[in-house]
């Protein structure tokens, strides 16, 4: 057994070991400095080629202020939201800090400090690693200010460092973003509404943040932040910052913030290229939004500027020739949302988002969510026929050759032979655009004339959770899936122009898919970041199935109702899509280079609601085959001057003719082989059309829902057996949004 005398000298030894390391720790670390913290870095984006695309970052967003400048109701306010023992504790919260060293050592998720003193401290690392060295670096650091700096300088140095969202950083900025004056000008409410911005400015800043997670609604934002406006100032009236008239005074109405602004450099399309890079870095690494608007960030893009200022020259070119908004006001608020991306790459090449931030406009459009497809989502259908089948051919899949009745106001059937019905108990009816007759015809001619009935019937005979799974694999995100009822089969869903896009370049690549990207290097002050490698190709279905898919939609662009996409002169194939009540148009196509998805809709400024573009354009309905297929063509026919002309690879038979219950059996070619052969061979064909001329080739999706089957209801009933009532879209009824990372474009992994 060691001695007394041994243990006592060991013990004394570790302490005193222990207390000169903790001296030693504590004379090496510096102090922060606001003002060093203040120096303002760029976060670089350059396009494809290596050049420059445009330097932005919060250096021009940002000032410092001293505690003279700063009302006291600023000050108490995050005293008492944040920290309200500030003027007595000693800077450190030890209890907090041990609970998130153990939590790290653990392996757990990383936490914060807990005081004002702490947060500065943090605040001026541009570097906000989560590690047990850096925890330590900042209970000395804490420790330090504590005893050096007075609390007025602490308080200053905290709001001059803060990260308020919308790049601004410090009280300053934050008040000039938000309200448009100084911060020495700010009332008690508007502090209250800055302060609860610390508790994260993605998810308080009332203008929401949707493209960073499509949680951050501007309805939910403004919601959370009014919450703990009026608790802020609860809490500041209960601390006697605020005396009981004050108090009422403050309470009685929230200060709404200004709209956002652009910031230098942010304008036109730039504007919504910075916004998906940054979108795909943050949620390709761990880097926080606030620590990427700290700038210093290098971030190499797969846009090609000679892409994008066609597509932008595509669009304002058509909107110059077909809409007057000064004029005519069922032009007022149209939006397009375009997205270019190469096929078995996922390169996302071109987009566009809207007017540019500069223009009040920003919101992406060429990752919006809330815009239904219409009838480029058959397609879907059709693949998913061809590759698993229905009841009648499985596990054979279905020719597009097999018919299915196109006629107007039909039942819909299940299995057994029985009508689908609405929740209510009504026959479920779906209609087309008209009521032409067009009896039973081929899954092939229901594509080029885009006919509703056949592709509802098809999709609930393979079944619609077989619709969604292709167009899952294909890159359309859970996330934008509409219910799983009949009308899912007529693009109820409401993916993101660059999501359809990328769907699209499945078909043209036979069959293999690999996710949209943006960015492929991001270094932070020169050193390379992990994971930013190019995504993996993957087989969504197979090559025959893709190549039938391909063949099906060039016939569509040859006779049906995307002819004007004859005018780009080269192979291509490609959809139009129309939704009910006329809220939405899309034309999405390809070719083996390049797939391109146009959207086109109108919304309310006030409340992102979609409205009817019925008399949009001086024309009495808008089709997917009109401007959104002519802003299609002449962006593609620029992109690929130049360019050879592949074709498509050669579509072989697939699957087995399986015409719907109730389809006239062919008549066989009859032939007469007597002694003497005949002068003619009559034979007997069974005709694929109606006999009466045919309709022009537009269509519109007549979205009908409520079902009881698969899925529940959305909206209002399609009919009843006596007459049909008017029909609704899924999308029609809500409000547009973005979705990241957020968003639609990349949903949990891309941003």
Not at 295 to 310: H, L, S
Not at 514 to 532: C, H, I, N, R, W
Not at 703 to 725: I, K, L, Q, R, V
Request: hydrophobic share 30%; net charge negative.
């Amino acid at each position: 057994m060691p001695s007394w005398r041994l243990v006592s000298g060991l013990c004394i030894t570790f302490f005193g070991s222990l207390v000169a390391l903790v001296g030693v720790s504590y004379a090496m670390v510096g102090v922060p400095s606001e003002n060093t913290a203040a120096q303002s870095q760029n976060n670089v984006y350059y396009w494809s080629d290596g050049k420059q695309m445009v330097a932005t970052g919060t250096g021009v967003n940002r000032q410092n202020v001293n505690i003279a400048q700063i009302p006291e109701a600023m000050q108490n306010a995050v005293i008492s939201a944040e920290n309200k023992s500030f003027y007595t504790d000693p800077g450190v919260d030890f209890k907090g800090i041990a609970r998130a060293l153990v939590n790290m050592a653990q392996g757990g998720e990383t936490q914060g400090g807990s005081t004002i003193t702490q947060q500065f401290v943090k605040n001026t690392y541009l570097s906000q690693d989560q590690t047990l060295t850096r925890k330590f670096k900042e209970m000395f650091i804490s420790i330090k200010v504590g005893t050096k700096f007075s609390k007025s300088q602490i308080l200053q140095g905290y709001l001059n460092t803060s990260y308020f969202g919308r790049g601004a950083y410090g009280i300053q900025a934050a008040a000039q973003t938000y309200y448009g004056v100084d911060a020495k000008d700010l009332k008690p409410s508007q502090c209250a509404v800055l302060a609860a911005l610390l508790k994260g400015a993605t998810y308080y800043d009332p203008a929401g943040n949707p493209d960073i997670d499509p949680s951050a609604s501007q309805k939910a934002n403004y919601q959370r932040s009014h919450d703990r406006w009026a608790w802020i100032l609860e809490e500041m009236h209960k601390d006697q910052h605020l005396t009981d008239a004050e108090y009422q005074t403050a309470i009685k109405k929230y200060p709404m913030p200004q709209g956002r602004k652009a910031i230098k450099g942010m304008t036109g399309q730039i504007s919504y290229l910075a916004d998906t890079a940054k979108k795909y870095v943050l949620a390709h690494s761990n880097i926080t939004e606030t620590q990427f608007d700290q700038g210093g960030f290098q971030i190499y893009t797969t846009f090609q500027k000679d892409k994008v200022n066609a597509l932008t020259a595509a669009v304002e070119k058509v909107q110059k020739a077909r809409l007057d908004p000064k004029n005519r006001e069922k032009d007022k608020y149209v939006q397009f949302g375009a997205a270019s991306v190469v096929p078995n790459d996922g390169a996302i090449v071109a987009l566009y988002g809207g007017a540019g931030y500069e223009n009040n406009h920003f919101t992406n459009n060429a990752d919006t969510s809330g815009v239904p497809v219409g009838s480029t989502w058959k397609p879907f259908v059709l693949a998913a026929a061809m590759q698993y089948g229905t009841y009648k051919t499985s596990p054979e899949g279905v020719s597009p050759l097999s018919k299915y009745n196109g006629n107007d106001h039909l039942k819909v059937m299940n299995e057994d032979g029985t009508a689908v019905l609405n929740k209510d108990g009504s026959t479920f009816f779906q209609n087309n655009e008209s009521n032409y007759r067009w009896g039973y015809i081929s899954l092939r001619k229901a594509m080029e004339q885009s006919i509703n009935t056949p592709f509802v019937q098809l999709g609930w005979d393979v079944g619609m959770s077989h619709v969604r799974d292709v167009a899952s694999r294909s890159g359309i995100l859970d996330s934008s899936f509409a219910t799983l009822n009949p009308s899912f089969a007529l693009g109820t869903s409401t993916p993101s122009a660059i999501r359809m896009a990328d769907a699209y370049a499945t078909f043209a690549a036979s069959g293999k898919h690999a996710d949209p990207y943006s960015v492929t290097e991001v270094k932070q002050d020169g050193t390379d970041l992990q994971g930013f490698s190019k995504p993996k190709v993957t087989s969504a279905m197979p090559e025959n199935i893709a190549n039938n898919v391909t063949d099906t939609l060039e016939n569509v662009i040859q006779n049906g109702t995307g002819t004007n996409a004859k005018a780009l002169g080269r192979t291509a194939a490609g959809k139009t899509g129309t939704t009910d009540s006329n809220k939405s148009a899309w034309f999405v196509g390809y070719t083996q280079q390049l797939a391109t998805s146009v959207a086109m809709f109108r919304e309310n400024p006030k409340d992102a609601e979609l409205l009817s573009m019925n008399g949009t354009a001086g024309v009495e309905s808008i089709h997917g085959g009109d401007i959104p297929t002519s802003v299609w063509t002449e962006y593609m026919e620029s992109a690929l001057k130049g360019k050879n002309d592949p074709g498509f690879p050669e579509a072989t038979k697939v699957g087995e003719i399986a015409d719907e219950s109730g389809a006239p059996s062919p008549t066989p070619t009859v032939s007469i082989t007597p002694s003497e052969t005949p002068t003619e061979t009559p034979t007997i064909t069974p005709s694929e059309t109606a006999t009466s001329p045919s309709p022009t080739a537009t269509e519109t999706c007549q979205f009908t829902f409520n079902c009881s089957t698969d899925g529940g209801d959305t909206g209002s009933t399609s009919g009843t057996t006596s007459s049909p009532t008017a029909t609704e879209t899924t999308g029609d009824s809500s409000t547009r949004g973005n979705a990241n990372g957020g968003g639609n474009l990349f949903g949990g992994s891309t941003g």
